[in-house]
């Protein structure tokens, strides 16, 4: 968005005038004797205002426009530091260059001040950050609804090889951008129990005994690139709404005092408490019903504010949707408040129900898929459990109908079976639209994950690949590639992404190839420094870039790309003559707490890292690296410098992926396999811009049914792949010979009965290695990379969060845009 040097001169004078201020009236300090933080808190507190007024602006249009609003509930949101991105999305970023100049304030060295928001771990958090990015920009009234984690997550140290979890204390210096909202406090209960009440000649339910926690908004303001709509992500915090037990204090019993705020607090302490056992299990139930239930409580108070109290138009004012099944209690939860708060029957409740909550899946993983014993439900939640009883009944009667006699079938759609509450089925039953994340996952839902709820119901289905906010991963993390695209076809690619698309013919222009070849030196080097910075590690610029980051799970397949490493170790150790393009493999990734094997994998990884290390001629061809901590800042300056992005996932388990999107956009080629969004992307920049191996989903779907595949077949008839996994158990490798044993057993001979290998690591193995060969010759060529790289930048423009949402808003939401006068 183009200025003239008036308008920025007197936005940069504002801008100095007001961080001078603040440092001195918050802080008691002149600019030049103030630290960092301080420095980084006034700067934060300047855009803050500028923000303020125009969320003033937004409310009062939504006032005026009466538009309908989303409320889109997930358990995570990774937001990533939000100055820098504030600043670009406001378009401030040449007023506020020029004053940090002349104040000589460096952006770097402040930035690092900023704590990153502890609110999600993976994709899921990250695509509900571009979400809200994207909502703004496109001006849709909508409001992100999820937990204030005191503690992320976990902050990860690599100690010996092995990951060691920390405390994320993100909130130790406070947040400079949320505002809480003391007039939105609301109560959620657990625990009690049912009265009924038939004085009034229908029976009306009370809960009572019950203990109550106090759910307080804190909300963070999101902007949106080139306009003054703001959008809020409200974050829920939990409080104890009792003070302090002073007689038990006075007696000396500290513990007694404090122990329902504790109780209360812990409901907000942790991102994803481990619940591999009752406890943990039980605390992820209060977090999400805790959350749901604020919500829900606060939009139905929203609109009566607003409409008045008849409640049969609400779905025509407010949209829920749930990311994944983690807020799926808010179904019976709003069917609760309808009844029991509002008067409404249960056909009445049901009705405005399923035309107000949509529901998206992002995974077929059975063990993600949520379920609750019915029991923990019963007991913390009793009407809850009450609602979900009738809902059950009442849907599994409809089932027999349609499938007399067939138990399995209509267990396999039941609400309540096995002893357990079936969330995907809830949210299936509850939502006006079921949609997955990718053609091809979309597809798998309905032929396989969910395939007689689509018989039934096929109406809700759908599919809507995921996208990424060019803004961020494109925009601030890769400055100089941005300002080569400016000069290039100039600058509608910032506000439309699919105007990347103009990019392709300029691979046919050499000084163009070379320059964008020269912006991916700059960023290797920047990449370089930061490793050394920050790890304390030396790596090579004239190495390929080689990257695969991502949550650690073994459908991810992070083993295959180690046993890879392990084999290239081994030919240029046992041939003198073998020669390949030097590689630095890196990896980042964290791995559950509580998820041993993926433990394992990390410390098999650094193992084999430590090996290549040692050898003097292996490590003058190949380096292994594994980042510690992978972080939304962190991948800002990893992901401009990738040049090979691992997208190998086994084929059919990933729903879409966003990480693939955001490397293409960046000019990184992909290797990986056709699942997920990887299929569109290979649709999009065509065969030989995409190195994809392995078996296709419908073979691994086969794999399955007919349990054919044996993996020790593979490794008794492949001598590198026998070589590389007995090294797993003759002490080669430096470390914990056991976790070694136990990746070497799932593979041979599986886990208590199951299956062998059963993200076919061993099966794709052949496919990946010889892809791998070519694209190490195919990489020698760099005038012929670059080239293709341009073509993935190119073609990346589709996979934009903006084309995302603008989907969800045709197909689901219906959302008029907000005009902002």
Not at 85 to 113: G, H, P, V, W
Not at 248 to 274: D, H, K, M, T
Not at 418 to 438: C, I, K
Not at 723 to 730: T, V, W
């Amino acid at each position: 968005m183009n200025k003239d040097t008036a308008d920025i001169f007197d936005e940069k004078e504002h801008i100095k005038q007001s961080i001078i201020g603040k440092l001195q009236r918050h802080h008691g300090v002149q600019l030049q004797d103030a630290t960092q933080l301080q420095i980084y808190r006034s700067v934060a507190s300047t855009v803050r205002d500028q923000i303020m007024n125009r969320l003033r602006e937004t409310r009062q249009a939504q006032k005026d426009q009466q538009s309908r609003k989303l409320y889109y509930l997930s358990v995570e949101f990774l937001m990533g530091r939000s100055l820098h991105s504030n600043i670009l999305n406001l378009c401030l970023t040449e007023a506020y260059k020029q004053a940090f100049a002349e104040l000589n304030i460096r952006l770097e060295d402040m930035l690092s001040e900023e704590p990153e928001p502890g609110l999600g771990n993976g994709g899921l958090g990250r695509l509900a950050a571009c979400f809200m990015d994207s909502l703004t920009t496109l001006d849709l009234p909508a409001m992100g609804c999820t937990i204030r984690y005191e503690y992320g997550l976990f902050r990860q140290k690599i100690v010996d090889g092995n990951q060691v979890e920390l405390p994320d204390n993100w909130l130790e210096f406070g947040n400079v951008w949320e505002v809480p909202s003391m007039e939105d406090v609301v109560e959620v209960h657990f625990g009690g129990t049912l009265e009924e009440d038939w004085s009034e000649g229908v029976r009306k339910m009370t809960h009572v005994d019950y203990k109550t926690v106090q759910a307080v908004p804190y909300d963070m303001p999101i902007t949106g690139y080139g306009t003054d709509n703001i959008n809020i992500l409200r974050m829920w915090k939990a409080e104890s709404p009792k003070p302090i037990d002073f007689r038990a204090f006075s007696r000396g019993q500290y513990s007694l005092a404090v122990e329902e705020q504790n109780l209360a607090e812990a409901i907000s302490s942790v991102l994803y408490p481990e619940d591999n056992h009752y406890e943990g299990k039980l605390l992820r139930l209060k977090q999400h019903y805790f959350f749901t239930s604020a919500t829900i409580q606060y939009i139905i108070a929203d609109y009566k504010r607003q409409y008045g109290d008849d409640l049969y138009g609400m779905p025509d004012k407010a949209v829920i949707h749930i990311n994944d099944t983690h807020p799926g209690m808010a179904i019976p939860e709003l069917m609760r408040l309808l009844m029991d708060n509002e008067g409404y029957g249960w056909d009445e409740a049901q009705a405005i129900v399923h035309r107000m909550v949509a529901y998206t899946n992002h995974t077929i993983l059975a063990e993600a898929l949520e379920r609750w014993p019915i029991e923990m439900v019963r007991v913390q939640l009793p009407r809850i459990h009450q609602i979900l009883e009738e809902i059950n009944r009442r849907f599994c009667d409809r089932l027999w109908n349609l499938y007399p006699g067939q138990w399995n079938r209509i267990a396999g759609l039941a609400i309540l079976a096995y002893g357990e509450v079936h969330m995907a089925n809830l949210a299936v039953w509850g939502s006006f639209s079921v949609n997955g994340v990718s053609g091809l996952h979309g597809e798998i839902l309905k032929k396989d994950t969910f395939h007689d709820f689509y018989t039934i119901m096929p109406e809700k289905f759908s599919a809507i690949t995921n996208g990424i906010t060019h803004r961020r991963w494109l925009m601030l993390a890769n400055p100089s590639l941005s300002e080569l695209i400016d000069g290039a076809i100039g600058e509608e690619w910032r506000g439309d992404a699919e105007r990347l698309d103009d990019l392709a013919p300029l691979t046919n222009d050499a000084g163009f190839v070379e320059d964008f070849a020269k912006v991916k030196k700059k960023n290797k080097e920047r990449l370089a420094r930061w490793f050394d910075r920050v790890q304390g590690v030396k790596v090579s610029t004239e190495f390929m870039f080689d990257v695969q980051a991502k949550r650690l799970h073994e459908y991810k397949r992070q083993l295959l790309n180690a046993l890879h490493c392990l084999v290239q170790y081994n030919r240029i150790v046992d041939d003198p003559n073998y020669e390949t393009t030097p590689r630095l493999v890196i990896f980042g990734a964290k791995a559950s707490p509580g998820y041993r094997r993926a433990k394992n994998i990390i410390r098999l990884i650094n193992s084999i890292g430590e090996l290549i290390e040692k050898h003097p001629r292996a490590s003058q061809m190949m380096k292994l690296v594994f980042l510690e901590n992978y972080s939304v800042s962190a991948a800002e300056v990893l992901i401009p410098a990738t040049e090979l992005s691992q997208q190998i996932s086994t084929a059919s388990k990933e729903a879409s992926g966003t990480g693939n999107m955001k490397f293409m956009m960046n000019g990184a080629l992909t290797i990986g396999t056709m699942d997920g969004a990887n299929v569109e992307m290979y649709d999009r920049v065509g065969g030989e811009n995409i190195y994809i191996f392995g078996a296709r989903a419908d073979e691994v779907q086969r794999l399955y049914e007919t349990q054919a595949y044996q993996s020790n077949r593979i490794y008794e008839r492949n001598a590198e792949i026998r070589k590389a996994l007995n090294m797993l158990l003759e002490h080669v490798l430096p470390g914990d010979h056991a976790a070694f044993n136990d990746i070497y057993h799932s593979l041979l001979f599986g886990d208590w009965g199951g299956m062998a290998d059963p993200y076919l690591v061993l099966k794709d193995f052949g496919s990946y290695s010889q892809c791998q060969q070519r694209i190490s010759r195919d990489y020698a060529d760099e005038k012929k990379w670059t080239k293709r790289a341009i073509i993935n930048t190119a073609k990346s423009g589709w996979f934009s969060s903006d084309r995302t949402i603008a989907d969800y808003n045709d197909r689901i939401w219906k959302l008029d845009p907000l005009v902002i006068n």
